[in-house]
């Protein structure tokens, strides 16, 4: 059964922190890997990483993939109030298919 | 350009009853995808369709159907009601096959009582 795990569940901190997620995965047919970010309803695409080692940046986030280790890392630095949120992360496993981590929920405190 | 919408946004059933959840998207995207999600859970995927007249099972399809008849609407229809179902569910659109990336709806929180 395919499978994504995501750590911690949940993180507390002070506004200005840098906070590492993870997430790792075992499924059968790799093809991408993807980040949301889901404050109080949809989810909100991030990134998507298909190949291992580039980081993607996008402002404070960013995110690598390590395929020989099968996981991934969300890095989020100078956090903000506006940062708090659940950060999903999901395996693209083909024909249409994504497999979701529970998430972690993430509270930046002021 | 609405993007997905779905309605109701909250609904309340008794055990038995059906209803159906409305899903419409105005991307012209040829993906689409219903997916639920428990409290404290990550996603799983209900039922997607590549396309108007095609639909498929996703991981978790049992008490639930779909049809997909034009290529902006896509709704899941819940037969027989029951408490495993309480959920908030999610809609969801893609214009890519792979890699791509799915934009959601607002959701719709369903409680069967």
């Known amino acids: 059964e395919d499978k994504v795990v995501q750590s911690p569940l949940s993180l507390v901190v002070h506004e200005g922190d840098t906070v590492t997620l993870n997430c790792s995965y075992e499924?059968?047919?790799?093809?991408?890997l993807l980040w949301y970010k889901q404050e109080k309803k949809a989810p909100t695409f991030l990134f998507m990483l298909?190949?291992?080692?580039i980081e993607k940046k996008s402002g404070r986030l960013s995110s690598i993939l390590d395929k020989k280790e099968l996981s991934s890392i969300l890095n989020i630095t100078a956090t903000q109030t506006g940062d708090s949120a659940i950060y999903l992360c999901?395996?693209?496993?083909?024909?249409?298919?994504?497999?979701f981590g529970q998430g972690t929920r993430l509270t930046i405190n002021p | 350009n609405a993007g997905v919408t779905q309605t109701p946004k909250f609904r309340i059933l008794k055990i038995g009853q059906s209803m159906t959840l409305q899903c419409t998207q105005d991307?012209?995207?040829?993906?689409m995808y219903w997916y639920r999600q428990d409290p404290g859970m990550g996603l799983k995927l209900i039922y997607y369709?590549?396309?108007?007249?095609?639909?498929d099972k996703g991981e978790v399809p049992n008490g639930y159907n779909v049809s997909r008849s034009t290529t902006e609407d896509f709704p899941l229809r819940l037969e027989l009601a029951a408490p495993s179902q309480t959920s908030v569910y999610f809609c969801?659109?893609?214009?890519?096959?792979?890699?791509?990336?799915?934009?959601f709806g607002p959701g719709t929180r369903l409680t069967v009582t």
């Open positions: 298909t190949s291992s080692g």
């Open positions: 999901a395996v693209e496993v083909g024909a249409q298919k994504l497999v």
């Open positions: 991307m012209n995207h040829n993906y």
């Open positions: 969801a659109s893609s214009l890519l096959a792979w890699p791509g990336e799915q934009y």
């Open positions: 499924v059968t047919n790799f093809r991408s």
């Open positions: 369709s590549v396309g108007a007249g095609i639909t």
